[in-house]
Nanobody, 128 residues
Framework: VQLQASGGGLVQAGDSLRLACAAS????????MGWFRQAPGKEREFVGA????????SYADSVKGRFTIARDSAKNTVYLQMNSLKPEDTAVYYC??????????????????????WGQGTLVTVSS
């Protein structure tokens, strides 16, 4: 069972970037999926999450209105669309999945401890 994040790169402030997180099998269709990021010298922080049915999303205040999460169950893939990027968005971005079939409350989606599976991370660098 693996998660593969991709799509990171070097962009300028104001640009857009789309990250993808591909799951290795269809069992993740019943998982909530989250995106986190970690900047150098800082703790990993919540970016956003989407529930298993894609009927609910949540975002950190710092990205609300700029980032959007979507999932394509047919492709076992979750996306993080990032618009109006800022230098402070520079970080390694990680996708994560809850245990398939486990019910999790929305307030817990912002915690790293809610997630059982993690991707390897993809670096996003935003220059000013």
């Amino acid at each position: 069972v693996q998660l593969q994040a991709s799509g990171g790169g070097l962009v300028q402030a104001g640009d857009s970037l789309r990250l993808a997180c591909a799951a290795s099998d269809r069992t993740f269709s019943s998982s909530a999926m989250g995106w986190f990021r970690q900047a150098p010298g800082k703790e990993r922080e919540f970016v956003g999450a989407i529930n298993w049915s894609a009927t609910s999303t949540s975002y950190a205040d710092s990205v609300k209105g700029r980032f959007t999460i979507a999932r394509d169950s047919a492709k076992n893939t979750v996306y993080l669309q990032m618009n109006s990027l800022k230098p402070e968005d520079t970080a390694v971005y990680y996708c994560a999945a809850t245990t398939p079939g486990r019910l999790v409350g929305s307030p817990t989606l912002g915690s790293i401890y809610t997630y059982a599976y993690w991707g390897q991370g993809t670096l996003v660098t935003v220059s000013s």
